[in-house]
T-cell receptor, first 112, second 113 residues
Framework: GENVEQHPSTLSVQEGDSAVIKCTYS??????FPWYKQELGKRPQLIID?????GEKKDQRIAVTLNKTAKHFSLHITETQPEDSAVYFC???????????FGAGTRLFVKA | DAMVIQNPRYQVTQFGKPVTLSCSQT?????MYWYQQKSSQAPKLLFH???????NEADTPDNFQSRRPNTSFCFLDIRSPGLGDAAMYLC????????????FGQGTRLTVV
């Protein structure tokens, strides 16, 4: 089955710096890669996603890249703000109706 | 505008006493998932329903069961909760096809005493 690895487990950055979180997946049939942000005590919420026919996607300060050959995908947050502090999960899925498998999560601290 | 609703938000149960968690959705999604999330860990998929078809994960203990009486509702039954089952339980839903974003409920935090 699918296995998603995520690094680093903890990331501390200064406000205004960039943060990069990297994931790898094992199942070459996976074609949908969402990223979720989970604040303490709250539900995971989708912040951005990418599909296997796209190499890069950007939404304001957040961007994701996908290298399907290497089975790598990454989340990039620029101009980080204290409110970006949360746990971020990458995930992989083979599409609708198939299970979404999560990475272990990255706890991001943005220091003011 | 809650779209995936879980009840209750907090549940305390006694060791060995059956407990049921509920999830309802207003999105008319045909896939519903149950995840277990322990402190500082990723959500772990227990099982999911694709319409009425039940799909159990290989490592989900038999102690965990699920029911989906209709499109809108899905239940998680823990037959004999142990201390190790204390966790946040997250329900999620999604469509099939191209738009596969999973929408999560607020979760039910289960405490076993």
């Amino acid at each position: 089955g699918e296995n998603v690895e995520q690094h680093p487990s903890t990331l501390s950055v200064q406000e205004g710096d960039s943060a990069v979180i990297k994931c790898t997946y094992s199942d070459s049939a996976s074609n949908y890669f969402p990223w979720y942000k989970q604040e303490l005590g709250k539900r995971p919420q989708l912040i951005i996603d990418i599909r296997s026919n796209v190499g890069e996607k950007k939404d304001q300060r957040i961007a994701v890249t996908l290298n399907k050959t290497a089975k790598h995908f990454s989340l990039h947050i620029t101009e980080t703000q204290p409110e970006d502090s949360a746990v971020y999960f990458c995930a992989a899925s083979k599409g609708g109706g198939f299970k979404t498998i999560f990475g272990a999560g990255t706890r991001l601290f943005v220091k003011a | 505008d809650a779209m995936v609703i879980q009840n209750p938000r907090y549940q305390v149960t006694q060791f060995g006493k059956p407990v049921t968690l509920s999830c309802s959705q207003t999105l008319n999604h045909n896939v519903m998932y149950w995840y277990q999330q322990k402190s500082s860990q990723a959500p772990k998929l227990l099982f999911h329903y694709y319409d009425k078809d039940f799909n159990n994960e290989a490592d989900t203990p038999d102690n965990f069961q699920s029911r989906r009486p209709n499109t809108s509702f899905c239940f998680l039954d823990i037959r004999s909760p142990g201390l190790g089952d204390a966790a946040m339980y997250l329900c999620a839903t999604s469509f099939t096809g191209e738009n596969t974003e999973a929408f999560f409920g607020q979760g039910t935090r289960l405490t076993v005493v």
